[in-house]
């Protein structure tokens, strides 16, 4: 089935929030989401993914804790790519002086549209490379040297301003994702709803009028 | 948004404009988004036909209903039902209604219209495709509806008091747009001219129901009655409007949204500074406002609502309408920024239900100077809500008490000040407003008390050094992100928070579904609880076939016959 990325979005952000991660976080996660959806990459995949991976973990044990140099995660642990991807596109300016390597990046491939964001504000070609491949971007389009890099789980990545190189993804209207990983998302979202009690149904919308008037 | 015209008076403030008790008490005006409607299809030359209308005598099947314009045809597939009265119910909870509604892009085919049965019909429980523009549903007034149908069915007209106390046949409790359900997403057709101001789709869609409304009486009149049925008389057609049920779902739209929030405000504002600027008016511009006040007061006339709070506000808008008329019968409006006077004056003499009308009224015989403001009320800037990490976290706190001074002076650990939480339940996702001390909600809270959030960031950077960057402070504290995204928007769409308290005790939810119709250009608004609120929509408007460039602006104002 085809999804409209307004609904991918929003799903995404329940989602996220759903697992934990905070609202902000969770927005940018949902703007991530749809934007490797619009260049043909099933997001909602790699997302529902991430949120597995990062079960009983919380933002301060994923977010970067050193930037000075390696950006890595407290005790070199993972190193979440929603986390480090915000910090990466607050940032931007710094790879204009040099390149950034991120140390045991979880989902790289999530880290995407963050770096389009950061070229975007720079107005340049950002090129992401590791074991698995590379991507580049030039806030829009994205290009791609395989698809190894969309699968990978956990890499050491370096990014740099570069060109735009690969296959060019064509861009898409309308998301595909697959179902096993939409079912996981609404899953996560389900636990952003209040269980429904019949006090809340009456009061918490303000009800109790006759509507066959 | 363009800054063309140099206004010497500037817009009003934010502190001033974005309070709950003045949104609360907003009226439509011209960049009203039906009036954007119908003017642009009036001076298109829009065409209407009704190619489908396959509805039997029990009020029970479908019909398409398409307006075509320069460049591309939309239609109206309607699908009529038999409602038993228990499913009735203008919840979002409601799993059947009396009409369900798709604005197709384009004219549907009969596989087109066979899938949609099998979905529209279910609204939430179905799907759509790109090529559904919106999805929407609506119920009767029962009470009207039967008088009515029982009084054509015999060859009478309806009794017209009975008309106007209601105003409409059916109110639409849901128009979803947007992508909702899996209809096309707004970006995909936002480059089309006719989708340049907000909301147009929907707007056209309610505006082909309201003919299919009236269609519907007079089928099931005739259905009823035989030849001996009356055709529903005109003028009576066209007071009927489409009411409109609106529940919670509204206020987090408009928190959620904090840049069309911003440039919905902001065009009317820039609008209202542009009409003050003028030094003098003409004399055929101040009949104009005349006239329009006189006929502005036999909408408020009709305005009837059952709330003790919108009695209270309707009291002192009357007055204020008596008030306005003596000032004018000493002031020809013509000479020394007769506007800009007349505005300073409301603002002392008048409540704000009576300020925020007159402000509107003042842009009426102004359209080649304001109407140009309605595309800018679109979100044209996709990458706003990016953080821009290299601010520094002195600026930001400037920012925080510049934009947020209300929300920086409130003591947070009152009770009676963060008394409620937003949440969404687990039930058909119906947006909730609960008693944080009272209910286990709280971990369900949605973002949507900006201004508490902006204090606990506040509160947070205080230990932080000056010359720190907003990016360092983010990297420590995701949970504040959201906060200074929000910050950080407000510096460039001053318009875009509202400076109240979204969480106290005694705030009314009210107020911001009352803003958001506003500006849809709504009327009647007759709330129906603190959270809960009926109005009527293209009431006195002309039906599609009618509409001519000389009637498409100024229907909302009836004259005293009720012509248009």
């Not at chain 1, 389009?116 to 290009?143: I, R």
Request: aromatic share 6%; net charge negative; charged share 25%.
């Amino acid at each position: 089935m085809s999804y409209a990325l307004n609904e991918v979005e929003a799903l995404a952000k329940r989602a996220v929030r759903g697992a934990g991660m905070s609202w902000g976080t969770a927005e940018e996660a949902a703007k991530a989401t749809r934007w490797l959806c619009r260049n043909g990459i099933d997001g909602a995949g790699v997302l529902s993914a991430l949120l597995d991976h990062n079960q009983g973990k919380t933002e301060q044990d994923l977010r970067p804790a050193e930037t000075s140099g390696v950006w890595r995660a407290v005790d070199d642990a993972q190193l979440c790519a929603l986390l480090a991807g915000a910090a990466l596109s607050d940032g931007a300016l710094k790879l204009k002086e040099a390149s950034i390597t991120m140390q045991r990046l979880s989902f790289p491939a999530l880290l995407l549209p963050f770096m389009a964001s950061a070229a975007a504000q720079l107005n340049c070609v950002l090129v992401l490379e590791c074991d698995a491949g590379s991507a580049s971007t030039d806030g829009n389009l994205l290009g791609l040297s395989n698809d190894a890099l969309l699968q990978a789980t956990s890499a050491d990545v370096v990014i740099r301003i570069g060109d735009l190189t690969g296959n060019i993804l064509s861009q898409v209207s309308r998301a595909q994702p697959a179902p096993e990983a939409w079912d996981t998302l609404n899953t996560y979202a389900h636990k952003t709803y209040a269980p429904a009690t019949e006090a809340s149904r009456l009061a918490g919308a303000g009800a109790g009028l006759s509507d066959n008037d | 948004m363009g800054a063309s015209v140099q206004n010497s008076i500037p817009r009003r403030d934010p502190a001033l404009v974005m309070r709950l008790s003045r949104l609360g008490s907003m009226h439509q005006c011209r960049l009203s988004f039906m009036r954007v409607l119908t003017r642009r299809l009036a001076n298109e030359n829009w065409s209407f036909a009704r190619p489908v209308f396959d509805v039997d005598a029990k009020g029970v099947g479908h019909a398409v209903y398409t307006a075509t314009g320069p460049a591309r045809t939309y239609s109206l597939v309607a699908f009529a039902h038999d409602l038993p009265p228990e499913e009735r119910s203008d919840r979002v909870i409601a799993t059947a209604w009396d009409a369900t509604f798709t604005l197709f892009d384009g004219v549907p085919t009969a596989d087109d219209i066979e899938r949609l049965s099998h979905n529209i019909p279910y609204q939430e429980a179905g799907r759509v495709n790109e090529k559904s523009l919106s999805v929407s549903r609506a119920n009767r007034s029962v009470r009207l509806w039967k008088h009515m149908v029982d009084a054509l069915a015999i060859g009478e007209q309806p009794d017209v008091d009975k008309v106007a106390s209601v105003g409409y046949l059916m109110r639409t409790t849901a128009v979803y747009g947007s992508g909702k359900l899996g209809a096309a997403d707004h970006e995909t057709i936002a480059d089309r001219p006719e989708f340049d101001a907000p909301f147009q789709v929907e707007m056209l869609s309610v505006f082909l129901t309201r003919a299919f409304v009236r269609d519907m009486i007079n089928h099931m009149a005739r259905a009823r009655g035989g030849a001996q049925a009356a055709e529903l008389a005109l003028d009576i057609a066209h007071g009927l409007g489409i009411g409109n049920s609106t529940g919670l779902g509204m206020a987090p739209f408009l928190i959620n949204h904090p840049v069309l929030l911003n440039n919905w405000v902001a065009a009317r504002e820039e609008a209202i500074a542009r009409v003050r600027s003028l030094n003098t008016a003409q004399e055929a511009e101040a009949n104009l406002f005349r006239s329009l006040f006189a006929r502005v007061q036999v909408l408020v006339e009709t305005w009837r609502s059952e709330h003790p709070v919108q009695i209270k506000k309707l009291v002192a808008l009357k007055a204020d309408l008596e008030k306005v008329e003596a000032y004018l019968g000493g002031d020809d409006l013509t000479a020394n920024s007769p506007w800009d006077r007349l505005l300073n004056w409301t603002s002392a003499a008048l409540s704000e239900e009576g300020q925020e009308l007159i402000a509107s009224l003042i842009l009426e015989p102004y359209g080649e100077l304001v109407d140009d403001l309605s595309p800018a009320m679109s979100d044209h800037r996709p990458d706003a809500s990016r953080i821009l990490g290299t601010m520094s976290v002195k600026a930001t706190r400037n920012l925080m008490r510049a934009g947020y001074a209300q929300a920086l002076e409130t003591d947070w650990s009152a009770q009676e000040n963060c008394a409620r939480a937003w949440y969404v339940s687990e039930e058909k996702l119906e947006p909730r407003l609960g008693e944080r001390f009272e209910e286990p909600i709280a971990e369900y809270e949605q973002p949507l008390s900006p201004g508490r959030d902006v204090a606990l960031a506040f509160a947070d950077l205080k230990t932080w050094d000056d010359d720190a960057l907003v990016s360092e402070f983010l990297m420590n504290h995701p949970e504040h992100r959201h906060s200074i995204r929000r910050v950080q928007i407000n510096a460039c769409a001053p318009y875009s928070e509202i400076q109240d308290n979204t969480i106290c005790a005694d705030m009314m939810p009210i107020d911001m579904l009352r803003y958001k119709l506003a500006t849809f250009g709504a009327t009647h608004f007759d709330p129906r609880s603190d959270r809960w609120l009926r109005i009527c929509m293209f009431g006195n408007a002309p039906y599609p076939e009618e509409l001519t460039p000389e009637n498409a602006d100024l229907w909302v104002y009836p004259d005293a016959e009720g012509n248009l």
